[in-house]
C-alpha cells in the first residue's frame, strides 16, 4: 500500500468516527424537557425538579418539566417513546412504567424495548405500617396476627395494579399469606383509611407516615428495601426475615430507543456526579428516597429482574387494568 492509500484509508477510518466522537462533546446544546408521567406533587415529580434545577446549572442549558399525567403513567411514557431518540426528551418515572405495566396491561401503545434507561437516579423503599390498634409490635408478630385470620385480614393500597398493592402481593406471596386487599384512589385516600382504622396496613413511602408514627397513631414495623434506612435505623428490612426480599421503587431517567449510547453515557455519568452533592442528597433523604447515580447499562439487569418480580406479582393478584 502506497503511502497516499494509507492517508485516505486514515482519514476515512477518523471520519467514521468523528460523528460517535461529536453527540457527547456538543450534547447538550439546547434546552431538554424532562415528561413526568404522574402529577405534580409526586415523588416522579419532585425528583423531576430537583434534577431540573441542578441539571440545568450543569449544562448550561433549559430543563423543562412536564406533567403528562394519566393511565397510570402510560400517556406520559408513549409520549416520550415516540419523540426524536436524541437525548432532548426524557422520561422521569418509576419502575412501574416498564416493569408493572408491561404486565397489567395486555396492550400498550408502546414496549417495554422503545425506553431506554439513561440513568438510575434513586430508590424510594416503602414502609409497612399498621394502625396503632393492630394487636403486632414487631413484623414477626404481624405475619403470625395475619396467618391466624386466613383470608380475613385486609390491607389498603393506592389501587389496583400500584406498586403498594403489588408490593403486598410480592410479600403474601413470599409468605404464604392470604390477606384481602382494599384499593383506594391514591395514597391521599389510603393513609387516612389507615389512621381511621378502615384497614389495618398499608405499605407507602416514609413521608407520608411519619409525622403519624412518631405521634403514635400507627407504627412502622418493616421496610421493603434490603437495607435499614438512615430515615428510621430502627425498623428492621424484611429481608432480615425473608433473605433477599426486595421491593423498593426506583427511579430514573429513560431515552427513546435510538438514543446514541455516548448521549445516554453521559446523562448517566453527570446524574450520578449530581446526586453526589451534599445539598442534592440533603433533599432526596427529605423526600424519602435514597440517591444512587446508577448507568443505565448497569440498571438494564435490575429493570429484568424487576420486570420478573412484577409479574410474579401481579399474576399472584390476579390483577388486570383492561
Known amino acids: 500500500m502506497n503511502l497516499g492509500k494509507l492517508i485516505a484509508g486514515m482519514a476515512l477510518l477518523c471520519a467514521a468516527a468523528l460523528p460517535v466522537f461529536s453527540h457527547a462533546q456538543e450534547y447538550p446544546s439546547r434546552s431538554l424537557l424532562f415528561v413526568?408521567?404522574?402529577?405534580p406533587g409526586t415523588t416522579a415529580d419532585s425528583l423531576a425538579r430537583?434534577?431540573?434545577?441542578?441539571?440545568?446549572?450543569?449544562?448550561?442549558v433549559p430543563v423543562v418539566v412536564e406533567n403528562r399525567a394519566g393511565a397510570n403513567g402510560i400517556l406520559g411514557a408513549?409520549?416520550?417513546a415516540k419523540s426524536a431518540p436524541d437525548g432532548y426528551t426524557l422520561l422521569m418515572t418509576d419502575n412501574s412504567t416498564t416493569a408493572i405495566n408491561p404486565h397489567l396491561y395486555s396492550k400498550l401503545p408502546y414496549s417495554e424495548s422503545d425506553l431506554v434507561p439513561a440513568s438510575l437516579t434513586a430508590r424510594a423503599p416503602l414502609f409497612l405500617a399498621v394502625h396503632a390498634s393492630v394487636a403486632a409490635n414487631s413484623f414477626q408478630e404481624l405475619i403470625a396476627l395475619a396467618k391466624s385470620k386466613p383470608g380475613q385480614f385486609s390491607y389498603g393500597s393506592s389501587g389496583i395494579g400500584s406498586i403498594h398493592h403489588l408490593g403486598m402481593e410480592y410479600l403474601s406471596l413470599s409468605l404464604g399469606l392470604k390477606m384481602v386487599h382494599v384499593p383506594y384512589?391514591?395514597?391521599?385516600?389510603?393513609?387516612?383509611?389507615?389512621?381511621?382504622?378502615q384497614v389495618p396496613m398499608i405499605l407507602s413511602g416514609y413521608p407520608t407516615v411519619a409525622a403519624h408514627a412518631k405521634d403514635g397513631r400507627i407504627k412502622l414495623?418493616?421496610?421493603?428495601?434490603?437495607?435499614?434506612?438512615e430515615l428510621a435505623p430502627n425498623v428492621p428490612t424484611i429481608a432480615e426475615t425473608i433473605p433477599g426480599f426486595d421491593f423498593a421503587p426506583t427511579f430514573g431517567l429513560f431515552a427513546p430507543r435510538g438514543t446514541p449510547q455516548d448521549v445516554l453515557t453521559k446523562i448517566g455519568a453527570d446524574v450520578a456526579e449530581m446526586v453526589k452533592l451534599q445539598d442534592v442528597t440533603a433533599r432526596m433523604k427529605s423526600l424519602g428516597i435514597d440517591p444512587v447515580g446508577m448507568s443505565g447499562r448497569e440498571?438494564?439487569?435490575l429493570l429484568k429482574s424487576d420486570s420478573e418480580r412484577f409479574s410474579r406479582a401481579v399474576k399472584a393478584s390476579g390483577a388486570k387494568a383492561d
Do not use: D, H, Y
Open 36 to 39: 413526568v408521567p404522574f402529577t
Open 50 to 60: 430537583l434534577m431540573q434545577v441542578q441539571l440545568s446549572q450543569r449544562w448550561s
Open 221 to 229: 414495623l418493616a421496610i421493603t428495601s434490603l437495607k435499614r434506612s
Open 78 to 80: 408513549e409520549f416520550v
Open 299 to 301: 440498571w438494564m439487569p
Open 185 to 197: 384512589k391514591g395514597t391521599g385516600q389510603s393513609v387516612p383509611a389507615l389512621l381511621a382504622g
